[in-house]
């Protein structure tokens, strides 16, 4: 979450822009460029990297390991401060994912177990090393654990979930989704989970109001019965009577109406 293309010519960049204000990218404060390994192309960040088009892969930042100076442009070794003139290259720097930002009021730190910089404050933070990924601590004993679940692809925009600079969020059946992206199913009424289908959000109190109707109104073309497969609790009801609000769950514990036909 590739296309080919030549380096954008300097004079067009977001680089020149921003190094002509005294920093070397618009994504981050900082003074230094990188010299991509894999195109030889320098670049203020990953993400200008990538948004550039400046080669088929994105830049793989740990093997970085030049930079250049932009008050003195002097190139040296990654490091975080220029070796000539003296200058910090940023108040945060990380020497592992060769990340320089000034603005530490983000929080970042670097979290051996996802192997990259993270914001938010390392104390606000844990590391579940099931999902693969760091989650807030309010989620700590709340979140259902999936097997390497940020290694993939947010389901609606197919964007890189890892190391996705966009906010994310974690449903209530443990997959991840964008906050936007999970905004627009929500503007649409879904309650859907578009990996598993499994009730993203705590439905009970929507589920007792539309069974509380069900019983005390009467059945719509009752004639009529389907055998039904509830997505939350995974089992299958026989014979249930179509309503006006919709088919159910039967199970006693559960009368879910996120159902589909068994």
Not at 117 to 123: A, K
Not at 163 to 176: A, R, T
Not at 185 to 193: E, K, M, N, P, T
């Amino acid at each position: 979450m590739e296309e080919t293309f030549t380096p954008a010519e300097p004079s067009s960049s977001a680089n020149d822009q921003s190094e002509a204000r005294g920093r070397a990218c618009m994504h981050y404060v900082h003074r230094c460029k990188l010299l991509a390994p894999c195109c030889g192309a320098w670049v203020g960040c990953r993400l200008c990297h990538d948004e550039l088009g400046c080669c088929r892969t994105k830049l793989d930042r740990k093997n970085v390991q030049s930079v250049e100076c932009i008050v003195c442009n002097t190139k040296q070794p990654v490091a975080g401060s220029c070796k000539h003139c003296g200058v910090k290259f940023a108040d945060y720097f990380c020497a592992l994912c060769r990340h320089y930002d000034d603005d530490t009021s983000k929080g970042q730190f670097h979290c051996d177990g996802c192997g990259l910089c993270r914001v938010g404050g390392r104390e606000n933070f844990f590391h579940c090393f099931t999902c693969g990924c760091c989650y807030s601590n309010s989620l700590k004993d709340e979140h259902h654990c999936i097997v390497d679940n940020m290694h993939s692809r947010c389901p609606i925009c197919f964007e890189d979930l890892f190391d996705s600079v966009k906010p994310l969020s974690v449903v209530k059946c443990g997959h991840v989704i964008h906050d936007e992206c999970l905004d627009g199913l929500r503007q649409h009424g879904s309650v859907r989970c578009p990996v598993c289908c499994k009730s993203m959000f705590e439905m009970g109190r929507q589920w007792d109001e539309l069974n509380a109707l069900v019983d005390a109104s009467p059945e719509n073309y009752s004639e009529f019965t389907f055998n039904v497969f509830c997505n939350d609790c995974l089992k299958v009801s026989r014979g249930v009577r179509l309503h006006a609000y919709g088919l159910r769950c039967e199970e006693a514990n559960c009368r879910s109406f996120n159902v589909r036909m068994a």
